[in-house]
């Protein structure tokens, strides 16, 4: 049974940085495509960024590109997203997901979510 439990949601001001974590335990995932996805009310979840088990594939959501950064320790079932630059609509609820699945045109995700980690951007 795969978990994934993130860490590092907080409130921000407008302009600063934030870095989630997501620590995967019960089996190894680094060769899973790891990310993370956000939601917020009424919405449907996004995809924000993914990277593959080596690190040699990266993709990002055209609205965060230039200002998250997404990286992983697979030897640790570990994958981070640093935000910088954070806007107010940056705010949501992020998801930490494995094996995502981005060999369609759309990015599917993987079976397995965290709890959630909550990230409220202020002006």
């Known amino acids: 049974q795969v978990r994934l439990v993130e860490s590092g949601g907080r409130t921000v001001q407008a302009g600063e940085s934030l870095r989630l974590s997501c620590a995967g335990t019960g089996r190894t995932l680094s060769w899973d495509v790891m990310g993370w996805f956000r939601q917020v009310p009424g919405k449907d979840r996004e995809f924000v960024a993914g990277i593959d088990g080596l690190g040699n594939t990266i993709k990002y959501a055209e609205a965060v590109k230039g200002r998250f950064s997404v990286s992983r320790e697979s030897a640790w079932n570990r994958v981070y997203l640093q935000m910088n630059q954070l806007k107010t609509e940056d705010t949501a609820v992020y998801y930490c997901?494995?094996?995502?699945?981005?060999?369609?045109?759309?990015?599917?995700?993987?079976?397995?979510w965290g709890q959630g980690t909550q990230v409220i951007v202020s002006s």
């Open positions: 997901n494995a094996g995502i699945k981005w060999d369609t045109a759309k990015v599917q995700p993987g079976d397995y």
